[in-house]
């Protein structure tokens, strides 16, 4: 098929932590579509809205067959004087809900006018909020991607939807193609609930994962990255890899280890990540004297999280809406025992006590419990590690193999669609 011009916009930075650190779905994609041959105009803020406060403006990325088209968004923190923090959080959620929409479907306006594009993409809530302005004159086709999606436990409850608005109007703007990642928040559910107009449409599909990289260690390879890490052959090392959000619950792997530290095993946990609740799980470990039972290792290039996880003997992933996303295949994929919990379509993955330890409820004394458990039973962690693993290799997808049955399915929408302008 020709190449494609494609005028993307997103409010997420492409790497939202120093150093290729955090989610890598943003980046996949683009470098998906230059592989194949085609041109992206990437419209984006100088500062995105997943941008962690404490770190620098990101570079511009490159990628071949990649344009990055970046504005500057005003924002209240830039003011000579310092607001408090719940009016800091309400402009975030301001600018980005309203603002950032209406100056990037200026900017992709201004490329319209010098500039012939097939197709329009609008990347997470805000860059489809900017796209469903842009199709007011300008009638091209449109995919819409999420990343999973918060809003199923808001469904049937209209005040909780309408204080969500944004996330309501990008769910139900009319397009042509609906790209929604199968992250057990059950995002197909809610597309079907909230825009009846999408069936169809939907492409539910799980992220893809460096298949290449991604491997069990070996018992050297394993011992080596303890070494490194620092780890001691008595200590248990629990893992987590998340974004530090309040959702992401890392606080109650904390008090697990605390719970742990009481029944004088030797827990030994890596937090892999940084974000917005580092200063408050910092703090909540502290109070309860951890000390080095609790490792706030930061933001860790993607290629090095997987040094991380082959020290680990239990990997731990314990949010409150999904616990489906990359970084619990990852663990699978390199043979980790994997605990976590029954929330969204966990099961669909870890099938109870086969291919990992699946808890009802968040409960850190139910957590410990669980824990103290498999570091009795090294044999038990063993069949787990193995059964995770046999179903990983037979199930996940390469990122090369998601992101080309993305791309074919937009060539074909591309080559046969009919716009839909009621927006």
């Not at 406060?53 to 570079?59: C, G, I, N, Y």
């Not at 200590?235 to 890899?241: G, I, M, Q, R, Y």
């Not at 996880?309 to 999904?322: G, I, K, R």
């Amino acid at each position: 098929m020709p190449s494609l011009r494609i005028l993307m916009i997103s409010a997420l930075e492409v790497w939202a932590l120093t150093g290729q650190g955090g989610a890598p779905s943003l980046a996949k994609t683009l470098e998906g579509y230059s592989r194949r041959g085609h041109r992206v105009d990437f419209v984006t803020s100088t500062i995105g809205a997943n941008h962690h406060h404490s770190a620098p403006v990101q570079p511009v990325p490159e990628i071949d067959g990649v344009a990055f088209h970046r504005f500057h968004l005003p924002a209240l923190a830039e003011s000579r004087l310092i607001p408090p923090a719940p009016l800091l959080q309400l402009d975030q959620k301001a600018r980005f809900a309203t603002l950032f929409p209406l100056l990037a479907s200026r900017q992709a306006e201004r490329l319209l006018r010098h500039n012939p594009y097939d197709l329009l993409y609008g990347y997470e809530v805000h860059g489809v909020l900017a796209q469903r302005l842009v199709r007011r004159r300008h009638p091209l086709p449109l995919v819409a991607r999420f990343q999973g999606t918060i809003m199923y436990p808001y469904l049937g409850r209209p005040l909780s939807l309408a204080r969500r608005y944004e996330e309501v109007l990008a769910l139900k703007t009319p397009a042509e193609l609906y790209v929604m990642t199968d992250d057990g928040t059950q995002g197909d559910e809610v597309l079907q609930r909230l825009n009846p107009a999408s069936e169809g449409k939907v492409r539910f599909w799980r992220n893809g994962l460096d298949l290449g990289s991604a491997r069990a260690p070996s018992a050297a390879e394993a011992a080596a990255a303890r070494a490194r890490l620092g780890v001691t052959p008595d200590d248990f090392v629990l893992v987590t890899a998340a974004r530090l959000a309040r959702w992401k619950r890392i606080d109650r792997a904390i008090d697990a280890v605390a719970l742990l530290k009481q029944r004088r095993l030797h827990p030994r946990l890596l937090v892999v990540g940084d974000g917005e609740e580092r200063a408050s799980l910092e703090a909540q470990a502290a109070a309860l004297n951890l000390g080095d039972s609790v490792t706030f290792v930061g933001a860790v290039p993607q290629p090095e999280v997987q040094s991380y996880l082959w020290a680990a003997d239990v990997f731990l992933s314990l949010n409150e809406l999904s616990n489906v996303g990359n970084p619990l295949l990852e663990a699978m994929l390199s043979g980790r025992c994997v605990l976590t919990l029954d929330e969204g379509d966990t099961r669909d993955l870890i099938r109870k006590g086969e291919t990992g330890i699946l808890l009802p409820t968040g409960d850190p004394a139910a957590i410990a419990d669980a824990l103290a458990k498999l570091a009795a039973d090294p044999a038990d962690r063993e069949r787990l590690s193995a059964a995770a693993l046999q179903f990983a290799q037979a199930s996940f997808w390469s990122w090369e193999q998601r992101l080309d049955a993305e791309v074919e399915a937009v060539e074909a929408l591309v080559q046969t669609t009919t716009v839909a302008t009621d927006v």
